[in-house]
């Protein structure tokens, strides 16, 4: 009877564990974000250790000796990181860096340990990657002399990965332990709340009388659920659960329903005034505040979110698909009246942000008053309360581990890449290769950031492109925040770019469709969106660099060459268009969206050539009963 309830009271004993460490995880970063971090180093130090105890209790081996083997990585994780942490202002004070074999021993461990967590929360690729570029180490003296370098020692490389802040404790996991971290507790303590639910149900009650309401929901909805996530995968799996089915009831095809959402959920990570993780890697690594980067965000992203709205609108014209009934849609006004105090942590939170708080200070002001009025809205039912905080510090727990996994792993990438010069290397092949023009330059790195983005996610492709292809972009002469914006945007559309787009993946999954057809479906639908970085290089006022009249200028024929895009990419306007006419319309909308006087005079004689004979058309056919709006 003992030895059966022996595995029992083990895994008691490991939840309860979980548990405490969870709590102690998240309090620690709320605590933080509010009164100051301690030294970088030790900051980042415990943010790791306490993080991957937490990864390899919560995502267990599946072998006969996977207790034994996450208890020696547990092991490993902490005597990596107290050795550290006791070590690192010597090590800092004298520049000897790793002297003994004991310093060596714990750094591989510290390797292992980053490695094999990030494989358990995020698969193969990223570990598979980081061991290539640890592997360029080593080989680097019997490669060509463009790529090649004179080689490291054990206890160099070392040195680099484990010691000071350039390797797995660099700018990717500082970054994760103050920015990205405690929005990851504000979203889930806002989901925990009733925000994710509150937002659906206001997208739904906005949208859903529309024609094609249940997509139009599902771009709404995305769009705010943006402000919680900033995640693809986590918008697909939390608002495409409820909208998917919906648009397949109203009448969407499984993979355009599947598309829409995926597409929606990815302009999550583009939307300010919350953004993805890795516009905060943004920030830290160009040093601007977060708040210029979201603003500079801005007209992008509502090109994006207005593309796609225009894209389901027509979808629903051309197959008919009315809005839904009243008495099936919630209440706007109930909707409001049951929820809007979840709206004031959030507002809070953008006024805060841009009146010039740093973001940690911002977040922990918003988290404050969120359970303030949790508290009051729940009429201080402490059990209710309590329940509802520890669910939500594991589910920040559970959001964070792939992020922190990442940046640590993308550290050793990082480092590496630091190391040797890889960056520089890179950067000058692809100005030969581009032969110094700046638009086969950013053809190179685009081509780069798609290849890269089938299977590494955007906060480490960022990272990486950052290094690499970012200084390219800047030595021809682009502004960094545009050379760094170019790539982010890539970076974040790999989610729906096939091959491999996880986001479409995703979302097939919910629509139970091909994931092919999703992908395909949802690259056509986002072409904007490969559009959009360019247009931040040739017209730098799409993000805020020029006059006001220059910016409204830009934000105004921007918005109607998305709609021409999407006119064009659906073969719509006011009836289906030939080839000619949809072409042209697609030649419009370029050069809409090209910063320019005469490329807007062009662009507008086109459009109105293309809508008179469209309206012929469209009153040709209307008149033969020949189409049916």
């Not at 970063?29 to 509010?34: E, L």
């Not at 992203?301 to 809005?323: L, P, Q, R, W």
Request: with cysteine; glycine share 8%.
């Amino acid at each position: 009877m003992d030895m059966l309830q022996e595995p029992n009271r083990i895994a008691l004993f490991k939840r309860y564990m979980i548990r405490i460490i969870v709590i102690l995880f998240c309090g620690y970063h709320f605590y933080t974000a509010g009164f100051g971090t301690l030294s970088a180093l030790d900051h980042r130090l415990i943010h790791w250790i306490s993080m991957f105890i937490l990864i390899f209790l919560m995502y267990p081996g599946n072998s006969k000796i996977s207790m034994f083997i996450d208890s020696l990585l547990v092991i490993m994780t902490i005597s990596s990181g107290i050795h550290l942490l006791l070590s690192w202002r010597e090590v800092s004070l004298t520049g000897i860096g790793a002297k003994s074999i004991i310093d060596i021993f714990l750094a591989m461990a510290a390797l292992i340990v980053t490695l094999e967590g990030t494989r358990r929360t995020i698969g193969w690729v990223l570990p598979i990657t980081s061991c290539l570029f640890l592997l360029y180490l080593f080989i680097g003296p019997w490669l060509p002399s463009s790529i090649g370098h004179h080689g490291y020692s054990l206890n160099r490389i070392a040195t680099i990965i484990y010691f000071g802040t350039e390797g797995i404790f660099g700018i990717p996991i500082g970054v994760s332990s103050t920015m990205i971290i405690v929005f990851i507790i504000f979203g889930a303590l806002l989901n925990s709340s009733g925000g994710g639910k509150f937002f659906i149900d206001l997208a739904f009650s906005i949208a859903g009388r529309m024609r094609g309401g249940s997509a139009k929901t599902a771009v709404v909805s995305s769009a705010l659920m943006g402000t919680i996530s900033g995640s693809p995968i986590a918008n697909v799996v939390t608002t495409g659960t409820f909208t998917i089915p919906l648009m397949k009831k109203d009448g969407y095809k499984d993979y355009v329903a599947g598309a829409v959402e995926a597409i929606a959920s990815t302009g999550g990570q583009i939307m300010p005034p919350v953004m993805g993780a890795a516009a905060f890697l943004m920030a830290e690594f160009i040093g601007v505040p977060y708040t210029q980067i979201a603003l500079a965000a801005l007209i992008p992203a509502i090109m994006y979110f207005i593309s796609i709205y225009t894209i389901v609108d027509i979808e629903a014209i051309k197959t008919n698909i009315k809005g839904r009934p009243a008495n099936e849609l919630p209440s706007r006004v109930e909707t409001l009246r049951q929820g809007w105090y979840l709206l004031l942590p959030l507002f809070t939170l953008i006024y805060f942000i841009y009146s010039g708080f740093s973001v940690t200070k911002s977040v922990y002001y918003s988290i404050i008053l969120l359970i303030m009025v949790w508290v009051v809205q729940q009429k201080f039912n402490i059990k209710i309360i309590a329940k509802g905080l520890l669910e939500a510090a594991g589910e920040a727990v559970k959001s964070a581990a792939p992020v922190v996994s990442a940046c640590a792993c993308a550290g050793i990438i990082v480092g590496t890449i630091q190391l040797t010069g890889l960056g520089l290397r890179v950067s000058s092949l692809i100005t030969v290769l581009s032969g110094g023009s700046l638009f086969i330059g950013l053809i190179l790195c685009m081509i780069s950031a798609l290849i890269l983005g089938m299977g590494l996610p955007t906060s480490v492709l960022y990272i990486v492109l950052a290094t690499l292809a970012a200084p390219t972009l800047i030595s021809m002469g682009t502004p960094v925040l545009s050379a760094h914006l170019f790539v982010f945007y890539f970076g974040c559309m790999s989610s729906i770019t096939p091959p491999v787009a996880l986001a479409s993946y995703g979302a097939a999954g919910v629509a139970k469709c091909s994931a092919v057809k999703v992908g395909i479906t949802a690259f056509k639908y986002s072409l904007v969106a490969y559009i959009i970085p360019y247009m931040m290089i040739y017209s730098p006022a799409m993000i805020l660099m020029g006059t006001s009249w220059q910016i409204a200028i830009v934000f105004i024929t921007s918005i109607v060459g998305t709609i021409c895009l999407a006119c064009a990419i659906q073969n719509w306007l006011f009836c289906m268009m030939n080839i000619i006419g949809r072409v042209l319309l697609f030649v419009s909308s370029l050069l809409f969206i090209k910063q320019g006087l005469q490329t807007d005079i062009i662009a507008f004689l086109i459009l109105v050539g293309v809508m008179i004979y469209q309206y012929f058309r469209y009153r040709k056919f209307r008149a033969s009963d020949e189409i049916t709006l």
